[in-house]
């Protein structure tokens, strides 16, 4: 699995539509508030060239992809920490995400039923920040309510998770993100183990049409994505879902002819590995060759574990060969000819693109 990705946006900014258009999935988009109440999920493959050039090398008898899971959730309104519309079943679904795709309405419909009389995305972008940010607050004002007293006795522990919870509520009550914060590593650790929702990372879509669009309201949303220094992509959901009928050639030469390079899955992909860090690594072992995902950073052991628990029990040792070593001396053993492979301990920190064999003992 790639990772877990929440759609969240105000109602009828297109989540579901969104939705249909990344995991070719039918699910009802319909034109009144709270279409969806309960999140569909969806799993899609992650495209990957390198992977494919491996297995054009290999010819292996079983290819796995990584896979990105998307939630829709339900639409939010003003007043959902509080209970407003389906108030704390939304909130509680985010918790369950590894990052949020936030959504806002960037196009003019007046068939379109909105919450809001007018289409400003950055209004409805900070509607649902915050939401979030309230929703936050309650949560370590209650957590404070139950340390305070035993802080108060001067135990250390309870003193020091004191302190945290005081930064952090602070930096709610600026109105500031936690993801987005200056708090420090441990404070963050400490956030999101206590599953927060403004420590996940957080990227926005500005739905858009295909046809001309208000360039000052992009104009606005872009000031304002400047300003926080967050990351977004444009797509034209309605359009893109609409391309489902086509094979994937036609379905790419409608979006260019339309001045989109690629599809919203691909983008969304994209921006999702970055705000994550992720990379990806690759194992050929037997007749599977396999792409995983993992943390930048992340040491040769965590992938073993990551591969299989035994791996990182018995870890040996690792082999490793680059995408590009192991495609430029056509496969592992002109690597191995070439001296192309690389024999790393545990503290090894894996790179992306690099092809894995695990030494282990059972």
């Not at 959902?80 to 985010?94: M, Q, T, V, W, Y």
């Not at 914060?181 to 996940?200: G, V």
């Not at 977004?232 to 009928?245: G, H, P, S, T």
């Not at 495609?327 to 024999?343: F, T, V």
Request: with cysteine.
């Amino acid at each position: 699995m790639g990772f877990r990705c929440g759609i969240v946006g105000l109602p009828n900014v297109g989540k579901s539509t969104l939705f249909n258009a990344l995991t070719k999935s039918n699910v009802p988009a319909e034109n009144y508030p709270f279409c969806t109440v309960e999140p569909n999920v969806g799993i899609v493959t992650v495209p990957d060239e390198r992977l494919k050039n491996i297995t054009r090398l290999l010819k292996p008898e079983k290819i796995t992809y990584n896979t990105l899971e998307f939630v829709d959730i339900a639409g939010l309104v003003k007043g959902a920490s509080k209970g407003e519309g389906l108030g704390n079943k939304f909130l509680s679904h985010i918790r369950e995400v590894d990052a949020i795709c936030h959504i806002v309405r960037g196009f003019e419909d007046d068939r379109i039923v909105n919450v809001n009389p007018d289409t400003d995305p950055v209004r409805d972008a900070e509607i649902i920040n915050t939401e979030l940010i309230l929703a936050d607050l309650e949560t370590i004002n209650r957590r404070i309510e139950k340390v305070r007293n035993a802080a108060k006795t001067g135990e250390k522990e309870a003193t020091h998770e004191m302190e945290m919870l005081n930064e952090i509520e602070k930096c709610l009550s600026e109105g500031i993100l936690l993801a987005d914060s200056k708090l420090p590593k441990e404070i963050k650790q400490y956030a999101r183990q206590s599953f927060l929702l403004t420590i996940k990372p957080m990227f926005y879509v500005l739905n858009i049409s295909d046809s001309k669009q208000n360039q000052s309201v992009i104009s606005s949303f872009e000031n304002f994505i400047s300003r926080n220094n967050a990351k977004y992509v444009k797509i034209a959901c309605r359009f893109e879902a609409d391309l489902l009928e086509f094979d994937e050639k036609e379905k790419i030469q409608m979006l260019r002819e339309a001045g989109f390079e690629e599809s919203a899955l691909s983008k969304i992909i994209k921006t999702g590995y970055e705000i994550l860090d992720l990379l990806t690594f690759y194992t050929v072992v037997g007749t599977e060759t396999r792409a995983w995902s993992i943390r930048a950073g992340s040491k040769i052991i965590d992938a073993a574990a990551k591969i299989h628990s035994d791996m990182a029990k018995g870890f040996i040792k690792g082999e490793v060969i680059h995408y590009y070593d192991f495609m430029d001396c056509h496969g592992e053993e002109g690597a191995a000819k070439k001296g192309r492979i690389l024999i790393v301990g545990r503290d090894y920190v894996v790179q992306d693109g690099d092809i894995i064999r695990i030494r282990f003992n059972v």
